[in-house]
């Protein structure tokens, strides 16, 4: 079921933080419930928290696709390319969602976090 495996996954990443745990719930409820954009988005933090960010990058790209105002996704697909050394990748995605999303970027202080992506790109 992947209500149930979604919120096991929760569980494991937020409160235990086993992050390989929930990335096998998120898993499942994905495989349940493909087109469900939270459950990939969530599949997508847990890749991240275990340093899988191909594989995070490609999960919470998908979520975006199915529903692109998401907009926890496009952080979190932010912070993957980051992670990941895109930067350039990453700043355009930021600028993207600042655009798309003031209120969201001026609440989670997106352009600090495009800055820090935008020098990284220039090193």
Avoid: C
């Amino acid at each position: 079921d992947a209500k149930l495996h979604n919120y096991i996954g929760s569980f494991y990443n937020d409160v235990v933080g086993d992050h390989r745990l929930a990335t096998i719930h998120f898993f499942i409820a994905h495989k349940a419930s493909p087109e469900n954009a939270a459950i990939l988005g969530n599949l997508g933090i847990a890749q991240v928290a275990t340093g899988a960010y191909a594989d995070a990058i490609e999960s919470l790209s998908k979520a975006i696709k199915i529903n692109a105002e998401y907009i926890p996704a496009y952080w979190n697909l932010a912070v993957a390319l980051y992670n990941n050394g895109e930067y350039g990748r990453a700043v355009t995605l930021l600028d993207q969602v600042i655009r798309k999303f003031p209120a969201y970027a001026a609440e989670n202080n997106l352009k600090a976090m495009r800055d820090d992506a935008l020098e990284a790109a220039k090193s």
